[in-house]
């Protein structure tokens, strides 16, 4: 990395290591002072957000996949790490934007439907969670939480024999 600082591949292996080591604090103060040298990184500022989503600090996360995408516009897990922050947040509707945003950049995934279809789920509005759990599993069978969700919605419209189908 100091060879190379902009050597992405260094840079995640290396928050890898950080993670595993349980230094995410640690992690942060490093990265900063690779910041400070090269200000554009967009993997530096990345391992910044992701570690401070780890630590629970979620606006200084979103902060920082802002920066990832100011530099890199369609940097599209740094839309969905946003979005999850914004999600742990409880800004739900944010959240639901910024998954959103990640199909600008990407195709779409079991995933980011399935915590667009949470979000729906924490707003009350059972008809789109459903929607969007059900573009999950359609994407990937086998994602299970997506499944549960099902269940959990049909449960709440009191469609219960119809829940237990997708529970069990």
Known sequence: IMKNPSNELALFELAWCFEEAGLMRESIAYYNQLIDENPYSVGVWYNIGVAYNKLNEYEEAINAFDFCIAIEEGFSSAYFNKANALANLERYQEAIEVYR?????????????????????????????????????????????AWLGIGVIHDLNESYMESLFFIM
């Open 101 to 145: 945003q990640t199909f600008e950049h990407e195709e779409p995934d079991g995933y980011t439907h399935y915590y667009m279809g949470e979000c729906y789920e924490k707003l009350e509005n059972t008809k789109m969670a459903l929607h969007h759990y059900q573009k999950a599993v359609k994407i990937d069978p086998e994602l299970s939480p």
